[in-house]
């Protein structure tokens, strides 16, 4: 990828830990509880669906009661996550922030919670086309159908700098970080041959409507 390629690029400290919604919480596949755990009261979380209100349970040698399963954050709280590496693993750590106390929620291989957040989502680019989950996330698309030397910007159809309009949107608007690469041969058949690597913070990607905008537009040239 050393030839005609365009770039649009935003540097700096890539983010790690942000500020979510109810609704992403749910997108990542887990209920939101308030109960006890050992008799103490406090939030915690199960996967969707496999637990009621009312219910007492073990886990990890650890007891746990559900008292109440809010539809949505309590007030005066604030859901946040980061992205953390530890021994080389990355790991999402998600916590309810309120004014008396911080609440660990859950530490779960990201990876896993995008396949399942991005499967639920029916986000089928973004599943297809994934390559590695760090504290970044990088993409990878391949559709050369025209064999040649990529065209020059001044070349570029209509449609394809909606797309790189469209991805300066996201850079600008929703991550402040990020990096696409872009190859362009032409069009053929009526179908656009091009290649892509496209790099963003994955904190960001844990936000539903950042997701689906990020699918959208790597899907635009299809």
């Known amino acids: 990828m050393l030839e005609g390629y365009y770039i649009v690029e935003n540097t700096g400290v890539v983010p790690a830990e942000r500020r979510f919604k109810f609704k992403d919480l749910k997108a990542w596949g887990y209920d939101l509880h308030l109960g006890t755990i050992d008799g103490k009261e406090t939030y915690f979380v199960s996967k969707t669906g496999t637990r009621e209100e009312g219910e007492t349970y073990t886990e990890r040698g650890r007891e746990y009661h559900i008292s109440e399963t809010p539809q949505e954050i309590p007030k005066n709280a604030r859901l946040l996550a980061r992205i953390v590496i530890e021994r080389g693993q990355p790991y999402l750590e998600c916590w309810l922030d309120t004014e008396e106390n911080n609440y660990p929620l859950a530490k779960e291989d990201p990876r896993i919670i ?26 990878f698309k391949d559709r050369v159908f025209v064999k040649g030397i990529p065209l020059p910007f001044e070349e570029y159809p209509p449609k394809v700098r909606r797309v790189l309009r469209a991805v300066r949107d996201v850079h600008r608007d929703m991550t402040g970080f990020g990096r696409f690469v872009f190859q362009y041969y032409g069009e053929e058949d009526d179908a656009h041959s091009y290649r892509l690597r496209w790099l963003l913070p994955t904190i960001h990607l844990f936000d539903v409507e950042i997701s689906n905008e990020v699918d959208k537009i790597l899907a635009m040239l299809d």
Do not use: I, P, Y
């Open 114 to 139: 995008l396949h399942r957040f991005w499967t639920g989502k029916k986000f089928n680019q973004l599943e297809k086309h994934v390559g590695s989950v760090g504290l970044t996330t990088d993409f």
